[in-house]
């Protein structure tokens, strides 16, 4: 039995191996070029700039909707304030009412499975109070009045196990009254049973950015913070994970300080680490955007000459819009000066750290984005808020040639990127095995498939990083490749 295990690996591994080489060789062919399209019509949603913009499968129907918030007004002609808009599948959203509670001002929302069972619970936060709302299933979000967490006029949460037990923790930083900075842990007890708010040791910043991120590549999650201090000098601080979710703060990873406005992660130079960009001020009161790459041990460095623009009252996000299996980079924001060096361009990887402006989708600030698929074409499609000309959505309308599988299975996983929950769906074969691998060969989930269906939902406690699922037969393997970015 032993004998079989290894050889079952050994296989695995070798597919593996076959699908990081077709990456490789067609990673070389770039696509044509990049092609957004302004929809018209557009779809139906706020038009506000600012805030947060989220997108999600939300009531498990396989498509991608969106959680809005901003300043602006909502579908009537009101106040604008957090709405859920689910998607037809082919780009048309209808709003779904809530009863969210009565926010001054949304300064932050996140969405993730906290209670475990198996869809995304939203968390909002504003200035004066932040709330927990569970996710019965259709995405009618219910108020957990047992949770009970700091408001806000600043700063952000994140979402994330950070103790390895197996659930979803919150961290917030924030700032009440334009001071009185905090940063607080919430811990998951089970099922989104949460501690009170608990300091553990992390200096909190006024206008805060935050991320979890496997920084130094041990399979946990750290700590990755932007802010400014009292005086409005720009800061940043790193804290490593000790394992069971105490972090330690560590000084000289090649990171500067910035009053971010915007951070995004993703593994850049495809060497199994994560990277990540940042956007806002520098320490030098300067538009500045930065690209920091990962060296394998948690120390970075930025581009020697950087082809992007230098932006703040930014947003800046890191997917592959083109399919080749690299990580291109959408950027958006205003240079020193403000109006009229206004942008919102997107930037092909080439690969070899080579990025050059593809496509530009008008110019704005004050702004937030999402990319995701949501026609249901497998493109990835953007949607930005912003303060010039509100909310739009743009069409991917890019010829792109596709090097996701290795075989002719019709494999289809999404969304992907994801966040850990994805929906998978194959159109031949009778699969009665999916597994999910790390790029190391380590397994990292386990599904046995006995009645005969062609598509399962799977949810994947893990860090951010590029991963392998793989399907079994009797007589046949498919493999894909997953990208989990929160």
């Keep these: 039995m032993k004998g079989k295990s290894i050889t079952v690996a050994k296989s695995i591994m070798r597919v593996i191996l076959i699908m990081i080489a077709f990456q490789a060789v067609f990673g070389m062919i770039?696509?044509?070029?990049?092609?957004?399209?302004?929809?018209?019509?557009?779809?139906?949603?706020?038009?506000?700039?600012g805030g947060s913009l989220l997108s999600a499968d939300l009531d498990n129907d396989g498509d991608i909707d969106l959680v809005q918030s901003g300043l602006g007004v909502d579908l009537t002609g009101l106040s604008a304030r957090a709405s859920v808009f689910l998607n037809d599948g082919e780009g048309t959203f209808s709003i779904l009412e809530q009863e969210f509670s009565d926010y001054f001002s949304t300064e932050h929302m996140v969405l993730g499975d906290v209670d475990n069972d198996g869809d995304l619970d939203l968390v909002i936060m504003s200035i004066n109070r932040t709330d927990l709302y569970l996710n019965d299933g259709a995405a009618n979000f219910i108020h957990d009045p047992g949770v009970i967490m700091r408001p806000a006029?600043?700063?952000?949460?994140?979402?994330?196990?950070?103790?390895?037990?197996?659930?979803?923790?919150?961290?917030?930083?924030g700032q009440i009254s334009g001071m009185n900075e905090f940063a607080v842990l919430y811990e998951n007890e089970g099922a989104g049973n949460f501690s009170a708010a608990r300091e553990i040791g992390l200096e909190p910043f006024l206008q805060a950015q935050i991320s979890f991120i496997d920084i130094d590549g041990d399979g946990d999650l750290d700590l990755l913070s932007f802010g400014v201090d009292a005086t409005g000098e720009a800061q940043q601080a790193v804290y490593i994970n000790d394992g069971s979710g105490s972090l330690i703060r560590s000084m000289n990873r090649g990171i500067l300080p910035h009053e971010a406005n915007s951070v995004s992660l993703g593994d850049i130079d495809a060497d199994g680490d994560m990277d990540f960009m940042v956007t806002g001020i520098s320490a030098l009161s300067?538009?500045?955007t930065l690209m920091y790459i990962n060296d394998g041990?948690?120390?970075?460095?930025?581009?020697?000459?950087?082809?992007?623009?230098?932006?703040?009252?930014?947003?800046?996000?890191?997917e592959d819009?083109?399919?080749?299996?690299?990580?291109?980079?959408?950027?958006?924001?205003?240079?020193?000066?403000g109006l009229p060096n206004i942008h919102a361009i997107l930037y092909q990887n080439q690969g070899d750290m080579i990025f050059i402006?593809?496509?530009?989708?008008?110019g704005e600030y004050i702004a937030a984005s999402t990319i995701a698929d949501l026609n249901g074409d497998t493109k990835l499609d953007i949607v930005?808020?912003?303060?010039?000309?509100d909310t739009n959505v743009y069409w991917n309308e890019s010829l792109l040639s596709s090097n996701r599988e290795?075989?002719?299975?019709?494999?289809?996983?999404?969304p992907n990127p994801s966040s850990g929950r994805v929906m998978m769906e194959w159109g031949k074969g009778r699969y009665s095995l999916v597994e999910v691998y790390d790029g190391c060969g380590k397994l990292m989930y386990k599904e046995t498939i006995s009645d005969g269906r062609q598509r399962t939902v799977i949810n994947i406690s893990a860090v951010d990083g590029i991963y392998y699922v793989v399907l079994t037969s009797a007589h046949a393997q498919a493999i894909s490749k997953l990208v989990i970015s929160r």
């Design 286 to 288: 300067k538009a500045a």
């Design 153 to 173: 006029d600043a700063g952000q949460i994140i979402i994330g196990d950070i103790d390895g037990d197996g659930d979803q923790d919150l961290l917030q930083y």
């Design 357 to 362: 402006a593809a496509d530009t989708l008008g």
């Design 30 to 49: 770039k696509a044509q070029q990049i092609d957004y399209v302004l929809a018209d019509p557009q779809p139906r949603l706020m038009e506000v700039y």
């Design 321 to 337: 819009v083109d399919n080749d299996g690299d990580l291109d980079v959408l950027l958006i924001g205003s240079e020193d000066g």
């Design 406 to 414: 290795v075989n002719e299975s019709q494999l289809s996983i999404y």
């Design 384 to 389: 930005i808020q912003g303060f010039v000309d």
């Design 297 to 318: 041990a948690g120390r970075f460095s930025t581009l020697d000459v950087s082809p992007f623009v230098d932006v703040f009252s930014s947003s800046c996000q890191i």
